[in-house]
Structure formats: C-alpha cells, structure tokens
C-alpha cells in the first residue's frame, strides 16, 4: 500500500506542474500591460518600466514562468496589490473557510446522495423510488445561486431559523456551535446538485449490483434482506459510486463560488471573483494553483481508497 | 449461463415491454419538450410581442410588484419592465448556453476523434493534455479564463466552452478507438482512402449519436454555467438583459423585494429541467441497455400469483415435494411459460437428478424452490412447494428466509460470479452461520475451518482470508460447498455445480460430493444437462422438456432403458469413451419458444414417433411401473407393471 502512495505521488507531480503551466499561459493571454492595470492612475511610463523590472515581466515568458514557480517552490507567491497582503497568507485563510463549507457539503451530499439512491433501487418503481427520483430531477436542475437565495428568504428571513449571511456572529461568536449555525444553509445549499447526481449515479449503481449472482447467492444462505442490501449490494456498489464522489468534489468546490457569494461566506471563491474584478493577477494565480493541487491531492486519496475498497484493484 | 437467467434475458427484449417503460420515461421527456418549446416560442416571437424597452428606466416606478398596471410581472430597482427583461434575457442565455455547447462539442469531438484514430503519441499527448484540464475544479478554469479575457458575455461563453472541452474529449475518444480498427475503417484504409476521409465519411457518422448524448446531457448544464458567470458579473455586463445578470442584481435586494430574483431565477430553473428532461429522454432512447429494461432489480422472493387453491399435501410427504409447479415470466404482453407443472419429490438422503437441454426449465425449479427465480419478471403462478409437508408458497418470507441456507442450501454454476467478489471466503461462509445461529463469531470461524478442511481445501487456515479472485475455479466450488453444507442442511439444490469447471475439476468436485453426501446423508436435487454425470451420482432421474418432466424413475433404469423418445436421444447425445466410433445423434430440431407452447406433447414436432393424438390435448405424466412416470403415448420401450415382476 505504501508504494502504491508513493506511485501516485510521484505520477501527481507532473499534473501540478501542467497546472502551473496552464494558470501561467492563460494569465499571459492577459491584454495590455499587467503593470500599467497594476498602477491604475498612476502608471506614468517611468513606474511601468519600474514595476515591470521588480515584477520580472521584462524577460522572456520561460524565464518568468520557471521564476514564478521557483518563487511558489519556497512559499513566495507575491504580495496582492488589491488587499495590500502576502498572496499565501490571503488565500490559505480563505481556502481554511471553503474547506470547512465544501467538506461539510461533500459529506452530506455523499451520505444523502448514497442513502437516496439505495432506497431508490432497492424500491424500484415504488412510491419511495419516485419520489426520490422526482426530487433528484428538481435538484439537478436548480441553480445553487438561487437556491440558497429562497432559503435565505424562507429560512433566514421569514422563520428566523438561520442567519442571513457571514461565517460567525460579527460580535462574540466564534465557537463551533456558532460556525454550525451559520454553516447549516449554506452547505444544504451547496450539497443540493451533488446529492442529486450522487443519488442518481448511486441507484443505477445499486441496480446494475443487484442484479448479479452473488447477490443471489447472499439470498440463498438467508441473508436478510436490508443486509443483502447495505451490506452485499451497496458494498460492491461503492467500487463504482466513489469516483464519482471524487468527481463531484470538483463540483462541490466549484458550487461554492457561488454560494460565498449569496451567503457572504469569505472563502476562496469569493475572494477569485473579487480579485478578477479588480484584476488582481497574482491573487488570482495564487489562488488557482492552491485550489487545483489540494483538488488534485484529494483525488489521489480517492484512488487510494477506492484501492482499499477493491482488492481486486492491486497496486 | 443458468437457464434461469437465459429466459429473462432473452424476453427483456421483448418489444412491448420494452416500449411500456420507455414511454412511461418519454412521457417525462415529452412534458420537457413541450415546455422547452413555449419557451423557445417567448423567445422567437420577441420581436413582434408588445413589450416594453428592456433598456426603459423608470426609477419613480422601482420594485412594482407583478400584476401592477403596465408591468405584468412588476419593475426592477431602476424601473424596468421584468417581463420585457425575462423574455430578451432568455434569449440571450439560451443563445450563449447552446452556442457553448456546440462549440465545446465541435472541438472536443474533433480532439476526440483525431486522437482516437490516430493513437499512439498523438493520442497520448493530447490526452495529457486534456488530463491537465479536467485537473482543475471547472470552476478555476472558467474564472481564470474570464480574469485573464476580461468580464464579458462573450468571454464567459469562451471560459464555459473551453471548460468542458475535455468531457466531449474522452467520451468521443473512447468511441473512436473501438471504432478506428474494425472492419469497415480497415476497408477504406486498404481503398487507398485518406485519413481525412475516412474520418468524415466512416468515423464521424458513427460518433454522431453519441456526441448528440454527450450534448443533451450537458446543454442544460452549460446553460447553468453561463447564467451563473453572469450572476458572479463576470458575464452579461449591465444594463444588457440576461437571466444570471438580472439574478444577480436582484439579489441586491433580495430581502426587500424578491420577487425581482426569483422570476430569472425560476425561468434559469424552468429551462434547464426542461432540458434535462430531454436529455434523459434522448439517452434511454439511444442508449440500447437502457432501453432492454436490462436494469430491473430482482425482490428478495420470487412473486407468488397463485391461481385457485394449492394442492393438499400427499399423503406421505416426502423431504420436499413439488406438485404442479408453474412458474412464468412476465415480459410486458410476453408470458413465458418456465414450468407448466412440474411435480417432483426427493426423500431424506435420496438424490435426484434433473436432465434437460438449456431452456428446458430445470434451473428455474430449482430457483422456485426457495423462491429465488429473479423476479420481476419470474412469477409463480400455480401449484405448491413443499418442505416436509409445509407449503411454502403460502409462508411468510420469514419462514422462507430461516429455511435458505439452513434447512436448504444451493451450490451455484459459476463460483467466481457467485461469490461476493469483495468479501473474503472466511467472512463469507462465517456469515452463512450467523444469519441463522447466534454463535460467537470465534465459534463460527472455527466451523467454517472445519468446513473448508472437511471439503479438502490446502492451507486452509490461510485461505480464509483470500477473496475468491484470489482462488483458482475448483477452489472456488468448494468453498461454494463449504458454505450449503456449513449449517448442516437437510437438502442441497445443486445448479450445474461443475458446469463451470474443467473435466479434471469437475471429476474432483464430483467425488467430493458423493463422499459429503455419504458422510453426511444430506439429500441432494442435482440440476445437470450431463448424463454422464447423473449415472454416477444420482439414485433417480428426471428428465425436464419445455418446462415438464417427461419421463422419471430410477437412473440405472432410465438410463438403460429409455421409455421417452426425447430420453432416447438425450442419452444419444453424449458421447461416451471407449465407446469406439458411435455416431453422435443430435436432435433435429429447436425447444419450442416457451411463450408459445403446442397442444399435446411439447415434443411432437421434433419426433419420429409422433402421431396426430401427440398433438391433441394433456398428456398425463402416468405412473407406468412402480418406480417409473412418463408422459408418452407412444414409448421407446413397453413398459408394463407386469414387465416388472
């Protein structure tokens, strides 16, 4: 097992690197000048030159770009011109709060999503299957951004169960039970679409098990029937259900831009956005890359897991 | 493949059935269409409605709620007419979703395509590449594209199209690859044509149904993506109308006004159900698995229907005892008929032995037995099932479920598929314990030990730890014996247990359960298509034709003297060694379609025997000496209660 981490480390570093370079080549596809949007009003040709010079955006784009990486090798990822702080120091803060609202997301949305699309297949064409299927079709085809928009009207405005916005409390605050309570809407809201394609994925997943021998074998030695279920189906189930969590961690995270905006929650999405209109490049690198290694990184752990589950998969 | 299994495949393709399930679907994807088309009808009909100037601004009439006079859904915070809004936004986010779409389709499929034709280093480095891309939370792509282009409608189409490139990519690379060396592309190869030929003329049009799924399913999405830059404003810049704009800027005032935000966002939510419903719609209809009904769900029992009363019990109740026993399979309009009344019993101890030709019905009585005929579409619709007297038809599953794996056990055809490939042999046989005797978990490994050991398994400490991939075949059957026998059963159904097996194996696994057998005077009902098999190892047989016994009684006089012409060339079929150069016969003819049975004898059509009263009416399975039945007018042999003595 410990080499088969090891083998999917070292295949994972070549990806980062093509990350650095894809963020690279298309923040060089950049119109116009980077320093004189940098000094706004004050970009007299003198400054320009200047900054550009300091900025290392003078050389040739190889050499910059094995600068900059050079730079992010030892923890320099540059100073935000727009928040006047080290790129590092803004970003790891504001990925801490996305980790906390895409986590929590991707757990509901996988233990929902699963349980869902079990019930579904082991009810086929039943009440519960509809259902299910009904509300899977709805939250497939609701925007985030508007969904956690009504739940703010209904939950936070008109039944004052949740708050409006923010991560805690502007005064006092700050303990778990505070974050919770902020958390509870904006992660219902995140985890919507993914359950939906988790539950749908999940009961075909279920049905195509189901159908199979050994399950039939499990019925013939009086397995009962939830544990034929959960047990023997949902265990062989899972081979194929966990990728596509994988995958939907890449939604999750994505989903969240939105729903910082909606819910005000400081976290990297949100920050992305802001940086892009006010056109702030480094931050904007700096966050990209962040995010597309941790994403890269959490795949690596769901092949690892999807190894453990599956002895059939050796390394 | 059992024949329980091959009646339900083959009639999940029946037409209608088939047809029923789709429509129920396409009701769905119709619903989806029709409202996807009135949308589409707003939008082109824009022009020459009455509306009002999206662009108008009327700032002492801000916020007006919908149904005020003038405004049929209200103002916006600087006094423009929503509905006017609504109607171009639309327009505008369909224009931008749809043109996305195609444009990451052409470009993806054609990466796709020229990879998959070409493979080798082509192939490899552009997949890299596209690798790279998927390597990125969509969403990162998508904001780095637009910091990089600059907020815009047009932009945000770019980031949205670039972005799922890689989807189209791999999907219609996978395609292309099965499609690059099969026959038709090797003869346009060999014609002398060019590559870029072939492509357009034999490679695109294949690929075409499945770039059309790949666009149905992600249309809406990207629908969603475009309207969603625009609410971040990284999109449509104001004051031009796009639904993702116009949620974004009501969402400034959500609290005070909503019924700004909710009307775009309703309208985004209405489209991309629509176009999802679609979707769905045009994949199960292009999608051939699908549209089989192939992913049906077997119940936990098999579906009891039974018509009218179950028979009574005989008088002396054997170990288990089958009287008429129908069991059919419902596919739509389609009824197979597995079993018209199969009666048959085995004593405690005794051995019995199921003949017949695939199809002939002999798996789904074993199935039916414990109530494991896959179902839907198996059905038991007739007669009853007897375990020492108790009709189990009419028990509770409960009861059925105490019995399976207890009192009654099954060994299957195909150990590998049987068995769960995930969990290890140990914990599967110590399961088969524990479901029906609350023992120590130490105390059931144990047994299980004993019980691998007992069916002479090496190593077997070490083997309980192994996943069956880890076991050759023959191991694989005798942990499946290990497991029927693990809770000392008074019955073990056996489905073709070394069908699956090579002849060596299959000679092993034989003897190993004649021994078990002896040891343990377990009775055993053995489904085989092998008379070989049964000679040695059966005390009676019973020939199964189209779902009935046709003829049964002790094996040696069966086999030595064949009253049934279907018994007769049975037995002609196979070939025996040593036998020096005997011809061997095969029987002319097919089994008939079950969902289409004769009058008469199921058999006459492919007889030499046959007369016209063959055809005509029941033909009883009759008692003919003490020991034997058979359903026959014109027998092989005469035999005669007199003959006997």
Known sequence: ?315 | MSAAAAPSSAGSRGPVGAFLRLFARNRLAAFGGIVLGLVLLLVLLAPVLPLADPYAQDKPNKFLLPFSAGHLLGTDHLGRDILSRLVWGTQTSLAVGVAAALISATIGSAIGIVAGFYGGRTDNLMMRAIDMLMAFPYILLALAIVAALGPGLVNALIAVAVVNIPFFARNIRGVTVGLAHREFVDAARLAGQSNLRIILTEILPNVLPVIVIAMSTTIGWMILETAGLSFLGLGAQPPAPDLGGMLGQGRNALITDPHAAAIPGLMIFIIVMSVNLIGDGVRDALDPRLRAGALMRPMARTQIDRRGEAPPAPAEPALLDLQELRTEFRLGARVLKALSGVTLSVKPGECLGIVGESGSGKSVAALSVMGLVASPPGVITGGAVRYEGEDLLGAPYERLRGLRGNRVAYIFQDPLATLHPLHRVGDQIVEAIRVHRRVPEAEARARALELLRAVRIPNAERRMGDYPHQLSGGMRQRVGIAMALVNDPDLIIADEPTTALDVTVQAQILALLADLRRERGVAILFITHDFGVVGQFCDRIAVMYAGRIVEEGPTAEVLGAPAHPYTRRLIACVPELGAGRRELAAIPGLPPAVDDLPDGCAFAPRCARATPECRRGEIALAPVTATRRLRCLHPEVELTREEQR
């Open chain 1, 1 to 315: 097992m410990g080499a088969y981490i090891l083998k999917r480390l070292i295949s994972a570093v070549p990806v980062v690197l093509g990350i650095t370079v894809i963020v690279f080549v298309i923040m060089s596809l950049i119109p116009g000048d980077p320093a004189t949007a940098i000094l706004g009003s004050y970009a007299t040709p003198e400054n320009v030159a200047k900054l550009n010079r300091d900025l290392g955006l003078d050389r040739s784009l190889p050499e910059q770009y094995f600068i900059w990486i050079g730079n992010m090798a030892t923890g320099e990822f540059g100073r935000s011109y727009s928040l006047n702080r080290p790129v590092l120091d803004e970003v790891m803060e504001r990925f801490g709060a996305t980790l906390i609202l895409a986590g929590t997301a991707l757990v509901l949305c996988s233990v929902l999503g699963i349980v869902a699309g079990v019930i579904s297949a082991a009810r086929q064409y039943g009440l519960a299957d509809k259902a299910i299927t009904f509300a899977v079709l709805i939250g497939i085809s609701i925007p985030s951004f508007f969904l956690g928009m009504m739940m703010i009207l209904l939950f936070a405005v008109d039944l004052r169960w949740f708050p409006v916005s923010g991560m805690y409390l502007p005064y006092g605050g700050g303990d778990l039970q505070d974050l919770l309570w902020h958390l509870a809407m904006p992660a219902a809201a995140l985890a919507v679409v993914a359950t939906g394609v988790v539950a749908r994925l999940s009961r075909s997943a279920m049905l195509e098990v189901l159908r199979l021998d050994f399950i039939r074998t499990a019925r013939a030695k009086g397995v009962g029937e939830r544990r034929v279920i959960w047990g023997h189906a949902l265990r062989a189930a899972m081979v194929s259900i966990i990728p596509v969590i994988g995958v939907q961690a890449g939604f999750v995270l994505s989903g969240a831009v939105y729903i910082e905006i909606v819910f005000q929650w400081h976290g990297i999405g949100e920050m992305l956005v802001n940086a892009i209109l006010k056109r702030d490049i480094l931050l904007v690198q700096g966050g990209v890359v962040v995010v597309a290694t941790c994403y890269v990184l959490f795949n690596l752990v769901v092949d690892v897991c999807q190894s453990l589950l599956d002895p059939r998969v050796k390394a």
